[in-house]
């Protein structure tokens, strides 16, 4: 790597720790950086999960007082992030680089679209048909067990797709739903790791330049966040999707 590379991956990890922190999904940003440092497609992607792991693990810990208010099914949904990541991982590696490219887009446009209009759903539902998100916990558990593998396979947007499950299944508020999110996608992000360096397709030289500006985005990010209203951490989420699926369709299409 030469100094450029390494300024622009750090740069990335920046604005990663950022963005990771906030919504999810930085990793449309970090990869074609990953890339530009002459790393193949699936290199990329399994050296991406080290450089954003920092992001949610600040996260974690910042946020780590809203997870005594959603203690209740919190080990439950940590051994399905477990679960999720290592069936994830494990699908990358046996269908190699390739076909993700062809799914990604339209995963995110769902994604996307489940997130604006998750409140006016769960709204609708509860008024029309007297609809109980907490009664239906079981089908809450079974759609993020699917986001959990696929975040073990490529993961990026999964924060999102997690914002739009507790949206329509839960009362949580956004804050209490990015604890959450850190704290299952930080178990769900080391067990891939292992799973890739053993595989032997993470750079790791690339990945750690990435991570280190990461941490620093991720704390400073996260210690605002906790200070932002409801309304406008989700305005800034849903502007962040919208461009994340665009980029995704004009790359990958």
């Not at 986001?147 to 949206?167: H, P």
């Not at 769900?188 to 750690?208: C, D, E, Y």
């Not at 280190?212 to 605002?224: C, E, I």
Request: net charge positive.
């Amino acid at each position: 790597m030469d100094i450029i590379q390494i300024l622009l991956l750090f740069a990335g990890g920046l604005l990663a720790g950022f963005i990771n922190v906030m919504a999810g999904g930085a990793g449309f940003m970090t990869f074609p950086l990953l890339l530009a440092a002459g790393m193949s497609e699936i290199e990329a992607n399994a050296s991406n999960f080290v450089a954003v792991l920092p992001a949610n693990v600040v996260g974690t810990a910042v946020y780590r007082h809203e997870l005594t208010s959603v203690r209740r099914h919190l080990g439950f949904r940590l051994l399905l992030a477990a679960m999720g990541g290592v069936i994830g991982s494990w699908i990358l590696i046996a269908t190699g680089e390739a076909a993700f490219r062809i799914v990604i887009p339209w995963l995110l446009l769902f994604a996307t679209v489940s997130f604006a209009l998750g409140p006016w759903i769960k709204l609708k539902l509860e008024r029309d048909f007297a609809f109980d998100g907490s009664r239906w916990l079981w089908l809450s558990f079974l759609l993020e067990f699917l986001v959990f593998v696929y975040g073990g396979y490529f993961g990026l947007g999964m924060g999102i797709l997690m914002f739009a499950i507790y949206s329509i299944f839960s009362a949580m508020t956004i804050h209490q739903a990015n604890a959450i999110r850190n704290v299952t996608i930080t178990l769900m992000t080391l067990i891939s790791i292992v799973i890739f360096a053993k595989a032997g397709i993470i750079r790791w030289a690339p990945s750690l330049v990435m991570m280190s500006g990461a941490v620093l985005g991720g704390f400073f990010t996260a210690k605002v966040a906790m200070r932002i209203p409801h309304h406008l951490v989700r305005k800034g989420i849903l502007v962040w999707a919208v461009c994340l699926t665009a980029l995704a369709f004009w790359r990958y299409h």
